[in-house]
């Protein structure tokens, strides 16, 4: 009886589970174009992966509610598409999708009316949603009323926020550009052009960033140094990240040279860190080992949790001796700035690694004793020292 009640039970847990699951309609996207004509009603498109846990909570939480599809089934045609098979492929393509979740919402002529990217809440999704109904909402409309006068802030801005919800950072360089040719130089030094020119300038090479390197003063005083500097990290980040991410070597370093000549301390900083990065995941240890002989003591040198890093790849990878005397010597700087067990450790395992046993049973002897101040596994440490007693 007991197993029959709990058979029953799990049947029962199994159903409910099925009804709030969401299973998306696998209707063909030409036909889904075609009954949109027909009825007279946009398309909405979900793009999505199986492996994406924010695609899947929308699908959960948003998509498994009546009254959202009870919504979209009434105001548009719905299709859902897995952008790892053939439509959803040609879709993101086609329009430019990065991000996962993203949500297309397009007329019977397939123009993009508006869109949205990422997670949200029921509530949230509902009246964008909504604003997507709204003509004076939709990207012709905002785009048409900005072209038409492109000098005015107001129609820039009205399209831009809504560009920001579902479009990439390159697709709001275009009209970023287009109203900033209406100003001259001395107009960029400006709150409303500064707020501009941070949220749509993303070319290193563009007038209105160059602009922005040559006046850094008079640009802080209508939005603050701070917010200088965090801008012009943000646009050296954006033209390296993607050559590091892809390992594109080649177009890397043209791009490094470009971000080179700013010629500040904080973008060499963040040259450095690239460079670093992506001699790691190439495996480039000479040109490692030549960045961090030439920059380690400009541009990273009073921080003492990166000394530490580029000592363990000093220990791991390289071997002349000249060069690991430099990592000790970094390593000894960040104890300096920071004493620490993992610090006096790494100096050992270098003195030992140049064979310096003297040397490495001091910062081995260190180490040790903050391990039993703090009461931490010293099992690293005592196999170190147990290592170099024997010899």
């Known amino acids: 009886m007991r197993f029959l009640y709990m058979f029953f039970l799990c049947i029962s847990l199994q159903t409910l589970q099925s009804q709030n699951q969401f299973v998306p309609d696998d209707v063909p996207y030409k036909v889904a174009l075609e009954t949109a004509k027909k009825e007279g009603k946009p398309l909405f498109v979900m793009l999505y992966a199986d492996w994406c846990p924010h695609c899947n909570q929308m699908k959960k939480e948003v998509f498994s509610d009546p009254v959202v599809m009870d919504f979209l089934k009434k105001n548009y045609i719905c299709i859902w598409k897995n952008i790892e098979k053939e439509e959803g492929i040609a879709l993101k393509n086609k329009f430019n999708t990065k991000a996962l979740p993203t949500f297309l919402f397009l007329d019977s002529d397939e123009t993009l009316l508006y869109a949205l990217k990422g997670e949200m809440k029921t509530p ?25 006068d492109s000098s005015n802030s107001d129609k820039f801005f009205a399209l831009l926020n809504v560009l920001k919800k579902g479009r990439e950072r390159s697709d709001l360089s275009i009209p970023t550009h287009v109203y900033l040719n209406t100003q001259t130089d001395a107009q960029l030094v400006s709150e409303t052009n500064w707020r501009i020119i941070s949220n749509g300038v993303t070319d290193i090479n563009s007038r209105e960033f160059q602009y922005v390197l040559k006046h850094q003063k008079e640009f802080a005083a209508v939005a603050s140094q701070n917010r200088v500097d965090r801008k012009i990290e943000s646009i050296v980040t954006e033209s390296l990240r993607p050559y590091v991410d892809n390992l594109d070597i080649i177009n890397y370093y043209k ?67 000249s060069s690991l005397k430099k990592a000790v010597f970094w390593v000894k700087h960040s104890l300096e700035l920071s004493d620490s067990y993992d610090g006096n450790l790494l100096v050992a395992r270098l003195y030992n690694k140049i064979k310096d046993k003297k040397a490495a049973l001091k910062y081995a002897k260190d180490a040790k004793i903050i391990s039993q101040e703090m009461n931490w596994n010293a099992k690293e440490v005592d196999t170190l020292l147990a290592e170099l007693n024997t010899k």
């Open 255 to 321: 791009q490094r040279e470009i971000a080179k000549s700013i010629r500040l301390q904080k973008a060499d900083s963040l040259v450095f860190k690239f460079d670093l990065t992506l001699a790691e995941r190439t495996e480039k240890w000479e040109f490692y080992k030549k960045v961090t002989l030439e920059e380690t003591e400009n541009l990273v040198w009073n921080d003492a949790s990166f000394l530490k890093d580029i000592g363990q790849t000093y220990l791991k990878h390289i071997s002349d001796v």
């Open 124 to 148: 949230d999704f509902m009246t964008e949603a909504n604003n997507a109904l709204n003509t004076k909402m939709q990207y012709p409309h905002l785009e048409a009323a900005f072209m038409a």
